[in-house]
């Protein structure tokens, strides 16, 4: 790989970036927005993103009158001379050059980049970046350094560092199209591989766990044939749970007693709630406790009509929760009482570093996937706060959880405005990081999330996005809007994507990597692996 | 080879006489003086050339008759040998000393009546190696344009560096850096050493 070289720093400003005057014989053409350069200063290298992209000339003659039916050889000649082109670079992070007369210094000089602090001056040298200069500043695969893909321009592999991922809530968005749950599989993958945390899955279109077909034909695995038995697969419908070959481990099954009055306020718009509802659920709880759903849609019209004379609810009121409520009832994976012990269990197997993908199967509606995931994701949070007070009482490093990642889709229903402050996962994006518990969070509309969540997000991957305000909501809290817009724009539909934020030292745009058998081998999936035939020990642990 | 004396010297140019009549030096093309003495060659670029009677004051007249005329008069009247002269002057543009060449005014003019030689082609490609001598070839002033002489003897050297393309293209790049603030200028130049289409087409074809 040779160092080639592009031009001279020729003005700049720390708040702004630096102007560089391209080369002749370097045109514009060859360079893309956002793509990573090297600007070698003299005590310092500076790790840098082309922001913006300019063509000047040098007499303004020249463009109020440019040559007509002009010869290739005067062409040639003018461009890159009288008509030259600039980039604006913007420095993300810097390197300090080892003083190579001291031996010492040579030493002391590992530590990795740094934010930058100044600039270069005059006539420093622009650059391509080097497989070196990326591995220096992205880490070499292996480890908790796991390659998503490679530069736009270049064959090497750009690493996430996926323990630094999974420390804090993460997003991947996209416009529909760009292949947000292939990116979130490979992410998953990744975690899965490195063990730095387990994974839980609330799969509502059933693409994780076994093979499916893609938009260009092809049969990509899904994790359970990748990872066989460390995948666990809990589905909420029986029928599909049962087909040869794809079979669920566990049917999951939903007890009236186990919906908490948040889970019902959080359906209001699906069930088609009053505003009255919640005042009347919290009378109906004084009353019964965790009975009350179960003994109001047990309850005849004599009943209810009774029971609001005594607690001085709404007769109207109640009536309709009632009828709204039923629909709830109908849905085949409710039962009248479950006990907690089969999410109990669930959650003990991600202890044991077991991975879960809860499928939804034909029950599939926004309705079951909110009050499924939000229940599900409640009990596993209270099971964490305990589990994490357990261990801040032991010190036990023994009882310290396993660091959690739950991943869900369609994220706005959960994290709007209106409802984030009350769903577990507005909870979680906000403040679970302290109970090792974060949120991988796929969505195609990341400005109808709120805007608090998404500030928290540490890592953002994100496909093409076109609507301004989807664009402006991703680069939220993040600096150098303005380089990072435009190589968000130019990203193309499919394979390109744009990660930003905790797990990656700067931005970057890569062209995401394959998922075929070469990534299935990288993975270590046995080759023949064909029964999702779990044993007894997967799901139950050795006792 | 000898070609011609120096009857004029200023810091910045001479001016000779050439030694054959009607046929200086060709314009823009790279001529040396040898200073044995120190050591050194002064190299220059024709920047004009003129033939003249040897008074001044007087303007040459017609000689030719229906069945005399262009070379014939010189067979006519073999005297016009003494009394015409051709002269050429030339712009310094550097100079060769302890082995190197530099191209910057020599320290001193060449001396008067020294003889002006030819350059050969490896002493010339060693010395349009390198471009700095096209800002003295601008900064002249004469009765050519700075434009015209630089622009003959980019030809003039691209025809003895044997049709170089690949130093005609680092000549125009130069040319356009040291032009850039006047575009028609530069256009003048460029337009004046254009190798043109038949070049470009042959080299089209040595691609494929």
């Known amino acids: 790989m040779s160092n080639k070289r592009l031009g001279v720093v020729v003005d700049g400003a720390f708040n702004s970036g630096l102007t560089v005057r391209l080369d002749p014989g370097v045109t514009t053409e060859q360079l893309r927005i956002g793509s990573f350069v090297v600007v070698e200063g003299q005590r310092n290298r500076y790790f840098s993103l082309i922001s913006d992209i300019h063509l000047k000339a040098t007499d303004p003659r020249l463009l109020s009158d440019p040559p007509r039916a002009t010869s290739p050889f005067i062409a040639r000649t003018l461009s890159g001379t009288s008509t030259y082109a600039t980039v604006e670079v913007r420095p993300m992070l810097m390197l300090e050059k080892p003083d190579e007369s001291d031996p010492r210094a040579l030493l002391e000089m590992r530590r990795g980049p740094q934010p930058v602090k100044t600039i270069p001056m005059h006539f420093a040298e622009l650059r391509e970046a080097t497989e070196l200069d990326f591995a220096t500043v992205f880490g070499k695969e292996g480890g908790v350094y796991f390659a998503m893909g490679t530069p736009l321009t270049m064959d090497i592999p750009i690493c996430l560092n996926l323990a630094h991922f999974v420390e804090r809530s993460d997003g991947i968005f996209g416009q529909s199209g ?197 229940l599900v994701t409640r009990r596993v949070r209270q099971r964490y706060e305990e589990k994490t007070r357990r261990y801040e009482e032991s010190k036990d490093p023994k009882d310290k959880p396993r660091p959690l990642m739950i991943t869900i889709e369609e994220a706005h229903k959960f994290l709007n405005p209106a409802v984030a402050r009350q769903t577990t996962f507005g909870i979680i994006a906000r403040e679970m990081r302290k109970y090792n518990v974060t949120l991988l969070v796929i969505d195609q509309r990341p400005s109808s999330i709120d805007p608090e969540v998404m500030s928290q997000l540490g890592t953002r991957i994100t496909g093409k996005l076109t609507e301004e305000r989807d664009i402006d909501a991703v680069l939220t809290g993040v600096s150098n809007r303005n380089a990072l817009r435009g190589a968000l724009e130019s990203l193309d539909t499919r394979q390109e994507v744009l990660i930003m934020g905790h797990a990656v030292p700067m931005p970057i745009s890569l062209r995401t990597r394959q998922y075929d058998e070469a990534f299935y081998q990288a993975m270590g999936a046995p080759e023949a692996f064909q029964g999702p035939e779990i044993g007894i020990r997967d799901l139950f642990g050795e006792d | 080879m000898r070609i011609g004396e120096i009857v004029e010297t200023t810091s910045t140019g001479f001016v000779a006489e050439s030694f054959t009549l009607n046929r200086p030096p060709p314009l823009g093309s790279l001529v040396a003086v040898s200073l044995p003495a120190q050591d050194m060659e002064i190299y220059a670029v024709v920047a004009y050339g003129q033939t003249v009677g040897l008074d001044p004051g007087r303007r040459a007249v017609r000689r030719s008759t229906e069945i005399v005329f262009d070379e014939a008069i010189y067979h006519e009247h073999p005297e016009l040998k003494h009394i015409l002269r051709t002269e050429f002057g030339a712009v310094l543009v550097g100079y060769l000393a302890e082995g190197q060449v530099w191209q910057h005014l020599p320290p001193q003019p060449p001396p008067l009546h020294f003889s002006v030689q030819t350059v050969q082609t490896g002493e010339l490609q060693r010395f349009t190696d390198h471009l700095l001598y096209f800002r003295l070839l601008l900064s002249y002033n004469g009765p050519v344009s700075p434009l015209q002489v630089l622009a003959a003897n980019v030809r003039e050297v691209y025809r003895q560096r044997g049709s170089d393309r690949a130093w005609l293209d680092a000549a125009a790049r130069e040319i356009a850096t040291l032009l850039k603030n006047d575009h028609e200028a530069l256009l003048t130049v460029l337009y004046a050493i254009d190798p043109g289409e038949a070049s470009a087409i042959a080299e089209r074809r040595g691609q494929l």
Request: aromatic fraction near 8%.
């Open chain 1, 178 to 374: 760009t292949g947000k749950s292939f990116l979130a599989r490979l992410v998953i993958c990744g975690v899965i591989k490195s063990k730095v945390a387990v994974n839980l899955i609330f799969d509502m279109h059933d693409e994780y766990a076994f093979d499916k077909q893609t938009e260009d034909g092809r049969w990509v695995k899904g994790l359970r044939q990748i990872f066989g038995p460390q995948v666990l697969i809990y589905s909420l419908d029986e029928e599909l749970a049962r087909r040869s070959g794809r079979n669920a481990d566990v049917t999951l099954k939903i007890g009236l007693n186990q919906i908490e009055e948040a889970d019902v306020i959080l359906l209001s718009e699906e069930l088609n709630l009053r505003q009255t509802a919640e005042a009347t659920i919290g009378l109906l709880r004084d009353h019964f406790r965790g009975q009350w759903l179960l003994k109001l849609l047990q309850m005849t019209q004599e009943e209810l009509e009774e029971w609001c004379k005594n607690s001085g609810a709404h007769a109207g009121a109640a009536s309709s929760l009632q009828r709204n409520l039923k629909r709830l009832q109908r849905q085949e994976y409710i039962v009248e009482e479950a006990p907690f012990a089969a999410l109990d269990d669930m959650i003990e197997s991600l202890d044991r570093g077991k991975h879960v993908i809860l499928q939804f199967g034909r029950h599939n509606s926004v309705l079951d996937y909110l009050l499924v995931s939000n």
